[in-house]
């Protein structure tokens, strides 16, 4: 016997193999500082866990409606004026709401343009709802919006925006933001903007999204989650928004594919909805000192663009990649002799680079790039 054609030509996501592999040194005894883990190290809000937990002792724990509770649903799309509960719909996760946007808007061999680095995910989500990935090139982390738009062909389908991106830490500006959304409506494209960092931008910026673009609109499909913002990764909610057709699609696959979101797990997205923007704001704060710290000392090392959002630095390590090793053995080497894990560039599409996150301690941080740079 043997599995599809389209399984076997799927790589599994090479962030949580190493997740695994980490989990493994540390219960044979190895200390580990876990600077791979795209997940905050602070602690789920007591809020949360509060309210979902009042919500099982009351037996939220039935089925809820496909497309999420209305409370919430109707909470989240008041951060989109102009649209309403049925633009929204609650996924399990952000990375489960891509996967069906994908099977949604792809055709077979429809082309998707994937600016580089890229989340690991976006290819392989692609490449099961048998689209192709086309991996468009950036110039310092920034969009390279001409690059896009030689890349564009009469199987392009939409284009995928990731800011603040993973793994890169950049923030694109509203200049090249409404250049993508006029390539977009001129060539009658869907816009894909995975948001899933939006709470996370420093140095006093304001985020922007493709939704403030008014001619973005009627083609775009926004994924943002609460794992990273609310430090809810285990929780599993993630959000749709988009025009009210494109989320009757999505809720037909979801009906099919997972049924609802785990009922209680959405009462603590209300709870934490609630906890405002101050609360936000001192999370922000937090990371943007956590930033500085490692930027400081990574830059002593690597050729090092300073993230703008998100809580990764993405440096350049070709300078100490000995007899032609990949930053993936890299990688592994610095995991085996240090104890510190980071994350390969190969799996963001970009070799010679490796993803560092600063979402942790500041001991963990600074003993972690302490190790490293007394290895190399």
């Given at each position: ?218 083609r775009l499909i926004v994924t943002r989650s609460f794992s990273k913002s ?5 929780f599993r909610i993630g959000y749709a928004a988009a025009p009210a057709e ?15 979101v785990c009922t209680f797990a959405q009462y603590g997205a209300l709870a ?105």
């Open positions: 016997m043997k599995l599809s054609n389209k399984i076997s030509a799927i790589a599994g996501s090479q962030t949580v193999a190493f997740t695994t592999l980490i989990q493994q040194l540390q219960q044979e005894g190895r200390q580990i500082i876990d600077l791979a883990v795209g997940e905050p190290q602070l602690d789920t809000p007591a809020a949360v866990i509060e309210a979902t937990q009042k919500a099982l002792s009351a037996q939220k724990t039935r089925y809820s409606p496909v497309n999420g509770l209305l409370e919430l649903r109707t909470r989240l799309a008041e951060q989109f004026d102009g649209w309403g509960m049925k633009n929204i719909l609650i996924t399990n996760g952000a990375k489960q709401a891509l996967y069906m946007i994908f099977q949604a808007i792809c055709n077979f061999a429809d082309e998707v343009i994937v600016p580089v680095p890229y989340w690991v995910s976006f290819v392989e989500q692609i490449n099961l709802a048998g689209g192709r990935p086309v991996p468009v090139a950036t110039q310092d982390h920034q969009l390279n919006v001409a690059a896009i738009e030689r890349a564009l062909t009469p199987r392009t389908k939409a284009i995928l925006i990731n800011t603040p991106n993973n793994p890169s830490g950049a923030v694109y500006p509203m200049e090249d933001l409404q250049k993508v959304a006029r390539l977009a409506a001129d060539n009658d494209l869907y816009i894909i903007a995975d948001e899933a960092y939006n709470a996370f931008v420093y140095d006093g910026a304001v985020y922007m999204s493709m939704f403030d673009i008014d001619v973005a609109r009627d609310y430090s809810m990764t285990g494109v989320i009757a699609a999505l809720s037909k696959i979801q009906s099919h594919l997972t049924g609802n934490a909805l609630a906890l405002g923007a101050d609360w936000l704001s001192a999370r922000q704060t937090d990371l943007q000192q956590k930033r500085d710290i490692a930027y400081e000392r990574v830059s002593r090392m690597f050729d090092c663009i300073q993230p703008q959002g998100a809580f990764y630095l993405f440096p350049e390590v070709s300078s100490v990649l000995k007899n032609n090793e990949t930053s993936e053995a890299l990688a592994r080497r610095l995991l085996k002799e240090t104890g510190v894990a980071v994350v390969a560039g190969e799996v963001f599409g970009m070799a010679r680079h490796l993803r560092i996150s600063f979402a942790v301690s500041e001991e963990n941080l600074i003993n972690g790039i302490k190790r490293i740079a007394e290895a190399l």
